[in-house]
T-cell receptor, first 117, second 116 residues
């Protein structure tokens, strides 16, 4: 199956600093990647859709200046949490859709646990 | 807008028993996919089973099967001969086929515990 690698798995940062999370498709090309946020014991909330070579599309209520997304290549998308605050602490998950693996097949990274202190 | 509802926040069964997780959805779309994802304690999302809406036959994957009722907009997951490794959060998800980026819409999840 297709593999999506997300890095780092966990990160602790100080309030006010920025944190970058990487999402890589290891063995397939992904024109579209998705970024989710998951609070404890809750479902996945879509933050934004990332398209290679173009600007990301953010869901309503998600601050695009705070959550910067870059999809510079067909195998890499990054999410940067800028000026992080404790309320940004959460579990962030990316997924990638393989362009050559059929409709509907989305593969997920292992997630990143962000703690802002 | 599409919505997905999982009415069972938690379920618990004994090992080897059969368990059914319920899911309903609301959409005006006619072409879509439905999924069940498993999220074990590691929090890695794992695809369990997929159903294309245009297919009348219910999807099956080994011990996992679905009961897809398109008219009722119902999509339940049956796990037969449950195993300890089935303990996880289970999410039902909907994806329209012809809407933009084909985003997944998730239900609230059901926490399933398999007891020894």
């Amino acid at each position: 199956g297709a593999v999506v690698s997300q890095h780092p798995s966990w990160v602790i940062c100080k309030s006010g600093t920025s944190v970058k999370i990487e999402c890589r498709s290891l063995d397939f090309q992904a024109t579209t990647m998705f970024w989710y946020r998951q609070f404890p014991k809750q479902s996945l909330m879509l933050m934004a859709t990332s398209n290679e070579g173009s600007k990301a599309t953010y869901e309503q209520g998600v601050e695009k200046d705070k959550f910067l997304i870059n999809h510079a290549s067909l195998t890499l998308s990054t999410l940067t949490v800028t000026s992080a605050h404790p309320e940004d602490s959460s579990f962030y998950i990316c997924s990638a859709r393989a362009t050559d693996r059929g409709v509907g097949e989305a593969f997920f990274g292992q997630g990143t646990r962000l703690t802002v202190v | 807008a599409q919505t997905v509802t999982q009415s069972q926040p938690e379920m618990s069964v004994q090992e080897a028993e059969t368990v059914t997780l319920s899911c309903t959805y609301d959409t005006s779309e006619n072409n879509y996919y439905l999924f069940w994802y498993k999220q074990p304690p590691s929090r890695q999302m794992i695809l369990v089973i997929r159903q294309e809406a245009y297919k009348q036959q219910n999807a099956t994957e080994n011990r996992f099967s679905v009961n897809f009722q398109k008219a009722a907009k119902s999509f339940s997951l049956k796990i037969s001969d449950s195993q300890l490794g089935d303990t996880a959060m289970y999410f039902c998800a909907f994806m329209p086929l012809f809407q933009g980026a084909q985003k997944l819409v998730f239900g609230q999840g059901t926490r399933l515990t398999i007891n020894p």
